[in-house]
């Protein structure tokens, strides 16, 4: 670990100096930095990164002195945890610069417990016996097999997320579990969900400075590299909250896009989905380097990260134009199917509602046809379109939507305008409602808030109560009759004939 005599020398330097000193100390026993701190810490250069394995440790520990308390402190073990030490040592020195009681601690595997470090028994320099090689090795070893055990896929994210809600009921309670849902749904892997109770979030950090670095901490003994915070952050909040912790940081509306950008399918969905996040990219571009502008008026006073900021700014600004053009093309193309469309005098009925609900499984088994369902949240992004004939032989355009979800974000509600430009012409809006949602009642107060916002409120809407195969029936029956609308399962053919009755119904009667 360390000789008695590197101890006594440690010490007696760093009394006659008057401040900390500090040795980081390869696996060879090679000394690789000597840091002269001051009276009360060290600071501990930024290291190259040579972590070659998840769950690996640095191959360094650190030995310092402390010269009037020799307990390990919180910054001590920070530094253990974030630059993931070997080990840390702290030395006491006396007054006469000889050495006293030395504390250790090193990382422990990670698991479920909050529990980060060991701290050791003070001994005196003299007495400390650890066999580090075989003792490192086995420490090691452990750390890599858990870590491995702990991380299903090498290519998935391992996130943290993290909740900030003035109180916990059962609106949060909602929220948070949908917020995992879109995580899942995202393919990020979440080591843990932290939720902190703040009537007012931190303007800078979100959450408290202090509480940040737990979590680095946190994210650090997991091996996460993502944080994702159910916030929206603005572009200043994000660039603060990442000089803290050495992680990626996204918030709710990246989360989203990320789904999104995964599942769009066709032309104009990739369109959409590139130009919402070339938006909000840009936002944070400017964001990024305020005073930009200024700079860029003088010869020679641009930094090479400047004239990379203001070529990656130009070139966002000039793809988002290429692809605004080309959703006007689509648009327009669109319009005329619609107006093609509205030659034939085919009626529209609009399937909507809050995402997961079962719209693509119900135009699926109503029209026969094989549209990509899931259980996750954004199963459907591109909106498709199906013909459907009624048993009087009338026949109509029933078409699949993406799905709402609360408080969407503006720059996707943009993004999306356009397919749910279509919902004007319905006749008829279909809301599937989730019967088995614990949440059903702020599930369809959502939806009725979205389509307010969309000027749609005053649509002949049809409330269609879906899964009634899990749920009771009379739970199913007295929503029905609650809202005048019908119970189905969509799985089912044969528990849609009602709802083929009234759609009809309203089809031809209004
Ligand atoms: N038990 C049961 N499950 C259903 C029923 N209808 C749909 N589901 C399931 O609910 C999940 C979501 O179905 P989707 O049809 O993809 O839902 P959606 O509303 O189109 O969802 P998004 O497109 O993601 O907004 C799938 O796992 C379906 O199998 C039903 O009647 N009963
Ligand atoms: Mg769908």
């Not at 008057?18 to 009276?39: C, F, H, S, T």
């Not at 380097?289 to 070139?315: H, V, W």
């Not at 509600?413 to 279909?430: H, I, P, R, W, Y």
Request: net charge neutral; hydrophobic share 40%.
């Amino acid at each position: 670990m360390i000789t008695h005599e590197l101890c006594t020398e440690l010490s007696r330097i760093s009394r006659q100096v008057g401040i900390q000193i500090g040795l980081l100390i390869n696996r060879q026993g090679g000394v690789e930095y000597v840091i002269a701190g001051n009276a009360a810490g060290i600071d501990i250069p930024k290291l190259e990164r040579r972590r070659v394995h998840p769950g690996r440790l640095q191959g360094l520990r650190l030995i310092h002195t402390h010269l009037t308390d020799g307990e390990l402190t919180y910054e001590d073990f920070t530094d253990l945890a974030r630059l993931r030490l070997d080990m840390v040592y702290s030395i006491e020195v006396g007054s006469d610069g000889s050495p006293g009681l030395a504390y250790g601690a090193h990382l422990v595997p990670a698991d479920d417990t909050a529990i980060l470090w060991k701290v050791l028994e003070a001994v005196p320099t003299f007495r400390i016996e650890l066999p580090f090689d075989a003792f490192i090795l086995e420490l090691e070893g452990e750390i890599t097999r858990k870590q491995t055990a702990l991380s299903p896929g090498a290519h998935e994210d391992r996130a943290l997320l993290m909740v900030v809600c003035p109180a916990i009921n059962e609106t949060t309670k909602d929220s948070i579990t949908e917020f995992q849902s879109l995580a899942q749904a995202a393919h990020i892997t979440v080591l843990d969900t932290l939720v902190q109770r703040k009537v007012k979030p931190d303007p800078r950090y979100v959450v408290g400075k202090g509480k940040l670095s737990d979590i680095y901490i946190k994210a650090l003994a997991m091996d996460a590299n993502l944080l994702v915070f159910d916030h929206e952050l603005s572009p200043s909040q994000a660039r603060s909250i990442s000089e803290i912790v050495d992680l990626r940081v996204i918030d709710r509306t990246q989360l989203i896009l990320d789904i999104f950008a995964q599942r769009a399918r066709t032309r104009e969905g990739k369109i959409q989905v590139e130009l919402a996040q070339l938006k909000y990219n840009l936002s944070r571009l400017v964001g990024k380097n305020p005073s930009l502008s200024r700079l860029a008026g003088g010869i020679g006073t641009r930094g090479p990260g400047e004239s990379k900021l203001e070529i990656d700014r130009r070139r966002a600004k000039e793809r988002m134009e290429r692809l605004e053009k080309e959703t006007r093309q689509i648009s327009r193309k669109r319009r005329l199917t619609r107006i093609r469309r509205g030659r034939h005098h085919l009626p529209v009925i609009s399937i909507i509602g809050y995402t997961n609900t079962g719209k693509s499984t119900l135009l699926n088994t109503l029209t026969k046809s094989s549209v990509f369902t899931a259980d996750m949240p954004f199963a459907t992004l591109d909106p498709s379109s199906k013909r459907l004939k009624f048993p009087r032989d009338i026949e109509v355009i029933i078409t699949d939507t993406v799905g709402f979800i609360r408080d969407l974000p503006a720059d996707l509600k943009a993004a999306f305008m356009s397919t749910l430009e279509e919902l004007s012409d319905a006749q008829l809006l279909l809301e599937v409602i989730d019967l088995t949602d614990p949440h059903i009642d702020f599930r369809m107060q959502a939806v009725s808030e979205i389509l307010r916002s969309l000027d749609l409120q005053d649509k002949p809407r049809l409330k269609v109560f879906n899964k009634a195969d899990r749920c009771a029936p009379e739970v199913a029956l007295a929503f029905a009759l609650r809202y005048d609308g019908v119970a189905v399962s969509a799985k089912d053919r044969s528990t849609l004939a009602p709802l083929i009755e009234r759609m009809q119904e309203i089809i031809l009667h209004g």
